[in-house]
């Protein structure tokens, strides 16, 4: 059998990091493979050149390493040499007597282009992620914006429409009235039943506009107070569509309440049951309020069929009103969801103490 010896040279000459030795006089005195194809401008017998020549590409580094010799610390730094990025590392050796004689020094070279390169390329990706996260912002940003305008401008349509209905439409169906109990005394007997079925129509229609007067420019905000006319809307709806609402309201929700955040929270309730009605087929809902010490909680569940809001939240101009509406306030809107399992809308809203604590 072959007697194999690995020797200590064996092993240095095959080490992916470079290294060169250097005595106290800065003469060369070994180096391996790896750092002779490290560096450039390297003499063709580099042992016993001074290190100013082995190093001639690299004329910094000698003055550097003699910097950090005199302070005997170890020095760092990083070149480009050879396709290659190199981390630099010197380090001065000392004997252990008590005056620490200076023996000579090493000098490592690793191989780091590869390391280099993936840091580059996570810096890259890092600048890419965050520019793609601003440019998200501002676009989010600017749709808040024009959420908001929307919001205002759908309130702004709303007063106008309701005070057309009450002043011009009003009117007019109040003077058909008047016409038509002016033409009962003039018709013959035959006609009665006639005008009295048109006297009912219109009573009808002029109801409906009332009803649809209020929703659109709900009066009792400021006359009765929120809690009431959450109540009033509630069971309006139910009375009006036959779906079964609860309404459960704990605590003073009324105090430190803005007339913003009673108009936003009324609007969103408004808006989520007319949602229910349209697209959850559900058999029952329910509307809880709840006062905290600084905030208002407030929650729409149903339990209808339910649906992705992934593929719903984002497209539907009403949930996006809910939630500028309450983002305005520096509220948080939350909608959650599963196919067959109904939909739970959830709002928390800071109250007007909380909001000027904050601010101070």
Known sequence: MTNLTVTLADITERLPTGYLIFDRQFMLTDINRSAESFLEQLPDEPIGQHISI?????????????????????????????????????????????????????????????????????SQLAMEKNRLLAQREQQNGRLRYLSGRLVDLQERERKHIAREIHDETGQTLSALLVGLHLLKDEAQQGDFQRIAQLKQQVDEIMLRLHQLAVELLPPSLDKIGFADSLRQLVAQFSQRTSLPVELNIFGDVVTDMTPKMALALYRIVQEALNNVLRHASATSAEVLLKRHVNTITLSIEDNG?????????????????????????????????????????????PLANNQDASEK
């Not at 190093?55 to 020095?75: D, G, I």
């Not at 520096?330 to 709002?347: M, N, P, V, W």
């Open 54 to 122: 082995v190093l001639a590409a690299y004329p910094t580094l000698p003055v550097l390493f003699q910097r950090s010799l005199l302070v005997q610390q170890t020095f760092v730094a990083d070149v480009q040499t050879n396709g290659h990025m190199l981390e630099v590392t010197y380090q001065p050796i000392f004997a252990n007597d008590e005056a620490r004689t200076y023996r000579g020094s090493i000098v490592f070279l690793h191989d780091v282009t590869q390391r280099k390169n993936s840091e580059r390329t996570i």
């Open 305 to 349: 069929c339910g649906f992705d809001p992934a593929h719903i939240e984002g497209r539907r101009l009403g949930v996006l009103g809910m939630r500028t509406r309450i983002e305005e306030l520096g509220g948080t809107f939350q909608l959650a969801s599963e196919i067959g399992h109904g939909t739970t809308i959830t709002i928390e809203c």
